[in-house]
């Protein structure tokens, strides 16, 4: 069986690589980008996914390009996804036309 590295959610992503080298607490983030608290604390938590409002919200914040945690997001999915069927996705043939 392959052994994987833990992958992180997005919360763990906006936490770590937003949130924490800007000083910003779950509260403070909110307010700036017109959200529930309690939004940003699911987020974190892994569970609440980020939704294109809240993409579009954050983006704008961090001066990033609109879409930039949907595609984080995804490919975290993908991949997750991926190892758990991985046994099942080795076993499916391509169609011959």
């Not at 392959?2 to 992503?13: F, H, S």
């Not at 906006?14 to 307010?31: D, H, I, V, W």
């Not at 017109?34 to 569970?47: A, D, M, S």
Request: hydrophobic share 40%.
């Amino acid at each position: 069986m392959t052994k994987y590295i833990e992958l992180p959610t997005i919360g763990e992503i906006l936490k770590e690589e937003f949130m924490e080298p800007y000083g910003l607490s779950q509260n403070a983030l909110a307010r700036a980008i017109f959200v529930p608290p309690n939004r940003i604390n699911q987020i974190l938590k892994g569970t609440r996914r980020i939704t294109a409002d809240t993409d579009l919200r954050l983006t704008k914040f961090f001066g990033l390009s609109e879409g930039y945690f949907l595609r984080i997001q995804e490919n975290l999915e993908l991949r997750q996804a991926k190892r758990q069927i991985a046994d099942e996705l080795n076993n499916i043939r391509v169609i011959q036309g």
